[in-house]
């Protein structure tokens, strides 16, 4: 037996190995949230959000793009801003758990909102 022979036979086994069709996952998305935007938030400034909710608990800056986040008691909400070629300013708000007529939950801003603006003893 030739001695290249085992060689190819190990040359021909990891080609196949490698060339062997890969299961995808099974991958379930959740569903996209509803559209809309909370009236009182949709193009607000980074400023007056600030003034309205607080410090934000993180924010994520990527490239003219932010994401604020909020922690309330039992929610939490995401902001995220866009410069736009104007100030930074809200174009997007979501909340865990949603809402379900929109993608921000009210109940859930509404509670930020207040603790945002209660008193610190």
Same mark, same amino acid.
């Given at each position: 037996?030739?001695?290249? $022979? +085992?060689? #190819?036979?190990?040359?021909?086994?990891? @080609?196949?190995? *490698?060339?062997?069709?890969?299961?995808?996952?099974? !991958?379930? $998305? +959740?569903? #996209?949230?509803?559209?809309?935007?909370? @009236?009182?938030? *949709?193009?607000?400034?980074?400023?007056?959000?600030? !003034?309205?909710?607080?410090?934000?608990?993180?924010?994520?800056?990527?490239?003219?793009?932010?994401?604020?986040?909020?922690?309330?008691?039992?929610?939490?909400?995401?902001?995220?801003?866009?410069?736009?070629?104007?100030?930074?300013?809200?174009?997007?708000?979501?909340?865990?758990?949603?809402?379900?007529?929109?993608?921000?939950?009210?109940?859930?801003?509404?509670?930020?909102?207040?603790?945002?603006?209660?008193?610190?003893?």
């Amino acid at each position: 037996m030739p001695r290249y $022979l +085992p060689m #190819a036979f190990l040359c021909a086994f990891l @080609a196949a190995c *490698a060339s062997a069709p890969k299961e995808t996952p099974n !991958v379930s $998305l +959740p569903p #996209a949230p509803p559209p809309g935007e909370p @009236a009182d938030l *949709a193009g607000m400034e980074a400023s007056a959000l600030r !003034v309205a909710f607080g410090a934000p608990a993180f924010v994520r800056k990527d490239g003219p793009a932010e994401m604020w986040r909020y922690d309330g008691a039992g929610c939490k909400a995401f902001f995220f801003l866009y410069t736009n070629g104007s100030p930074l300013a809200v174009r997007h708000v979501e909340t865990v758990p949603r809402g379900s007529e929109m993608a921000a939950y009210a109940n859930c801003l509404a509670q930020i909102r207040q603790h945002a603006a209660s008193p610190v003893s």
